[in-house]
């Protein structure tokens, strides 16, 4: 068994709570996740099965997520999970205004992970150091934003936004909210989060845990073929004789003087595993059966 499973996280479970429970459903140990998502956040998480837990590494990086962000309140956690540290009316603020500043976050940016978030400092996690009591300030990573659009726009002492966001690997929604509140002087923090996209999925196909145990309970449950996320990757097909010997950890002449990543296909379009290529060879990276 192995495979891809698009999982539409539900709210209040880790990560982890979601890799326990889809192995006491497949009964099946070797399971992981492509891109952590808060306990707080929805939405896609995919799930890996059996030997597809190899191809984690080769997957897209690129996500994208609906985020709405409340303006007029700050928390210790940059979300409504913590603490308020102030809070204080933002009737004031227009639809334009935050138009104008949204402007600030399009493209590559600057940003200061929050301080419980899983980033590491001296060997812990930020979260770890926050709960005992110890103020880490994490250094700056640049991380991009292709998109930031305004999606709905809720006036009130504390008003809303809703944002649809398109960004680059490792960029904190949080971060936004809590950066957005500052630029705007009023202070802003992240009140509800879900991931559209992640890895080569979309939410649009993804399916809860009740649908999944409905599935499996039908008998019709099917993991995604270990190849659904790897499109963004070239393909290449080779003979039977090739693909033997590629299977068996062999390199194969390739005529190729580019060093990239490649899906590796039978003729007949049977999945094999991932190779690189370099000097006109290609060498099994991750391969997936024995033979063909």
């Given at each position: 068994?192995?495979?891809?499973?698009?999982?539409?996280?539900?709210?209040?479970?880790?990560s982890?709570?979601?890799?326990?429970?889809m192995?006491k459903?497949?009964?099946?140990k070797?399971?992981?996740?492509?891109g952590?998502?808060?306990?707080?956040?929805?939405?896609?998480?995919p799930?890996a099965?059996g030997?597809?837990t190899r191809?984690?590494q080769?997957?897209?990086?690129n996500k994208?997520?609906?985020?709405t962000?409340?303006?007029?309140?700050?928390?210790t956690?940059?979300?409504l999970?913590?603490?308020?540290?102030?809070?204080?009316?933002?009737?004031?603020l227009t639809?334009?205004?935050?138009?104008?500043?949204?402007?600030?976050?399009q493209?590559?940016?600057e940003?200061?992970?929050?301080?419980?978030?899983?980033?590491?400092?001296?060997?812990?996690?930020?979260?770890?150091?926050?709960?005992?009591?110890?103020t880490?300030k994490?250094?700056?990573?640049?991380v991009e934003v292709?998109?930031?659009e305004?999606?709905?726009?809720?006036?009130?002492?504390?008003?809303?936004?809703?944002?649809?966001?398109?960004?680059?690997?490792?960029?904190?929604?949080?971060?936004?909210?809590?950066?957005?509140?500052?630029l705007?002087?009023?202070g802003?923090?992240?009140?509800?989060?879900?991931r559209?996209?992640s890895?080569?999925?979309?939410?649009?196909?993804?399916l809860?845990f009740?649908?999944?145990?409905?599935?499996?309970?039908?008998g019709?449950?099917?993991?995604?073929?270990?190849?659904t996320p790897?499109?963004?990757?070239?393909a290449v097909?080779v003979n039977?004789?090739d693909?033997?010997?590629?299977?068996?950890?062999?390199?194969?002449?390739?005529?190729?003087?580019?060093?990239?990543?490649?899906?590796?296909?039978?003729?007949?379009?049977?999945?094999l595993?991932?190779?690189?290529?370099?000097?006109n060879?290609l060498f099994?990276l991750?391969v997936?059966?024995?033979?063909?």
């Amino acid at each position: 068994m192995q495979g891809f499973v698009n999982l539409n996280k539900p709210f209040g479970w880790t990560s982890h709570d979601c890799v326990a429970k889809m192995r006491k459903f497949l009964g099946l140990k070797q399971i992981g996740h492509a891109g952590t998502l808060d306990p707080a956040a929805t939405g896609v998480l995919p799930l890996a099965v059996g030997k597809a837990t190899r191809l984690l590494q080769f997957l897209p990086e690129n996500k994208a997520y609906r985020a709405t962000v409340k303006l007029g309140v700050r928390t210790t956690t940059d979300d409504l999970q913590g603490e308020v540290i102030t809070q204080k009316t933002a009737k004031h603020l227009t639809l334009a205004a935050v138009k104008t500043a949204l402007q600030q976050f399009q493209g590559k940016i600057e940003q200061i992970p929050p301080t419980y978030s899983a980033v590491q400092i001296g060997g812990k996690r930020l979260y770890q150091l926050a709960r005992q009591g110890k103020t880490v300030k994490a250094p700056a990573r640049t991380v991009e934003v292709f998109k930031i659009e305004i999606l709905d726009w809720r006036e009130g002492d504390f008003p809303e936004v809703d944002l649809a966001i398109a960004c680059s690997a490792g960029t904190y929604i949080r971060a936004i909210a809590r950066d957005l509140g500052t630029l705007l002087e009023t202070g802003g923090t992240l009140a509800a989060l879900q991931r559209t996209a992640s890895s080569g999925f979309s939410l649009f196909n993804s399916l809860t845990f009740t649908e999944l145990e409905a599935q499996l309970q039908a008998g019709n449950f099917q993991l995604l073929p270990p190849d659904t996320p790897l499109q963004h990757l070239q393909a290449v097909h080779v003979n039977t004789t090739d693909a033997k010997k590629w299977c068996q950890g062999q390199r194969i002449t390739y005529q190729s003087n580019s060093s990239q990543l490649w899906r590796v296909y039978t003729e007949d379009g049977h999945f094999l595993g991932i190779a690189q290529s370099k000097n006109n060879f290609l060498f099994p990276l991750v391969v997936l059966t024995q033979s063909p």
